[in-house]
């Protein structure tokens, strides 16, 4: 059987020594593997020996290879992903952050387990992308990708604002809230679940509505399918400056009376795990959930 992956690309966290070092191991280990490597330009000087057109920019490194191995926190992981999903390109994650939902590789002994990955043991799942856009008087304004969420706020702490939700141009509510988070199964771990959101796991096709301090006792999150178009459309009263945010790493400004639709997008990311991956055990580790009892 040919092995899954033949050219691999590097990405990693800027200006973080851990990173750094685990990094060059990497590249030192899939280079005695005979695995052509690519490495994305941000980190590229921080490792010795490695040619300058080995170094490219993470749409090129798309374009290139078979497989990414992002090197940090699940942050580098949803930028790399927004990227990446568009071209295909299997994902796996070294965890050199916090929690790591996404980044299963133990940065201080990854060598047996991705070398397990190269040879074809993996499990491989698909997880969607919302696709969001802004739209101003019936013309697109703005765009993006979001592999957690899309959060409708004002750039202001503690302020409220007036919207409407409609699912497939059906009104669900109304709302004066601090704002609005619209999450995948993947983000229900993140953002959404400080906010009191439900806990989805990542093979359901849905996403969830989960209001921010809404400004009454009613309000709950609320779960739909995915194939759904959720459109929120802006009070033209709004009075702050609002905006959307993707992953908390883009964001596209609104003004008041714009519409902001979200639905899902028609790329996936292909997240690699090693055999041992369980969902389960990485929430039971993750947010400290007891142990078995007999």
């Given at each position: 059987?040919?092995?899954?992956?033949?050219?691999i690309?590097?990405?990693g966290k800027p200006?973080?020594d851990?990173?750094?070092?685990?990094?060059?191991?990497?590249?030192?280990?899939?280079?005695?593997?005979?695995?052509?490597?690519?490495?994305?330009?941000?980190?590229?000087k921080?490792?010795?020996e490695?040619?300058?057109?080995?170094i490219?920019?993470?749409?090129a490194?798309?374009e290139?290879?078979d497989?990414?191995?992002?090197v940090?926190?699940?942050?580098?992981?949803?930028?790399a992903?927004?990227?990446l999903a568009?071209?295909d390109?299997?994902v796996?994650g070294v965890?050199r952050?916090?929690?790591?939902?996404?980044?299963?590789?133990?940065?201080?002994?990854?060598?047996?387990?991705?070398?397990?990955?190269?040879?074809?043991?993996?499990?491989?799942?698909?997880?969607?992308?919302?696709?969001?856009?802004?739209?101003?008087?019936?013309?697109?304004?703005?765009?993006?990708l979001?592999?957690?969420?899309?959060?409708l706020?004002?750039?202001?702490?503690?302020?409220m604002?007036?919207?409407?939700?409609?699912?497939?141009?059906?009104?669900?509510?109304?709302?004066?809230?601090?704002?609005l988070?619209?999450?995948?199964?993947?983000?229900?771990t993140?953002y959404?679940?400080?906010?009191?959101?439900?806990?989805?796991?990542p093979?359901?096709n849905?996403?969830a509505?989960?209001p921010?301090?809404?400004?009454t006792?009613?309000s709950?999150?609320?779960v739909?399918?995915?194939?759904?178009?959720?459109k929120l459309?802006l009070?033209?009263?709004?009075?702050?400056s609002?905006?959307?945010?993707?992953?908390?790493?883009?964001?596209?400004?609104?003004?008041p009376?714009d519409?902001?639709?979200?639905?899902k997008?028609?790329?996936k990311?292909?997240?690699i795990?090693?055999?041992?991956?369980?969902?389960?055990n990485?929430l039971?580790?993750?947010?400290n959930w007891?142990s078995?009892?007999?």
């Open positions: 059987m040919s092995a899954p992956f033949k050219t690309g590097l990405i200006n973080h851990g990173a750094a070092l685990t990094l060059q191991r990497l590249y030192t280990f899939l280079q005695a593997l005979g695995y052509e490597v690519f490495v994305e330009q941000r980190v590229g921080q490792i010795a490695l040619p300058e057109t080995n490219l920019d993470v749409v490194l798309g290139r290879c497989l990414a191995v992002v940090g926190g699940d942050g580098n992981m949803l930028g992903a927004r990227v568009r071209f390109v299997a796996i965890n952050g916090n929690l790591g939902f996404l980044t299963d590789l133990d940065p201080d002994g990854f060598e047996a387990e991705l070398e397990q990955v190269l040879s074809g043991k993996f499990v491989e799942e698909q997880r969607f992308l919302l696709e969001v856009e802004v739209f101003r008087h019936a013309e697109l304004k703005s765009a993006n979001a592999v957690n969420e899309a959060v706020h004002a750039d202001k702490v503690a302020h604002i007036e919207f409407e939700a409609f699912i497939d141009e059906q009104f669900v509510f109304s709302q004066r809230s601090d704002g988070i619209v999450t995948t199964p993947t983000g229900s993140a959404s679940l400080s906010g009191g959101g439900p806990i989805l796991t093979e359901l849905a996403m509505l989960v921010m301090f809404p400004h006792l009613s709950r999150p609320l739909v399918d995915a194939n759904k178009q959720v459309k009070s033209p009263e709004n009075t702050a609002l905006q959307v945010s993707c992953d908390s790493h883009v964001v596209l400004a609104l003004l009376g519409e902001v639709v979200i639905k997008a028609e790329k990311l292909r997240l795990h090693p055999v041992s991956y369980s969902y389960y990485v039971r580790q993750k947010l007891g078995r009892l007999y």
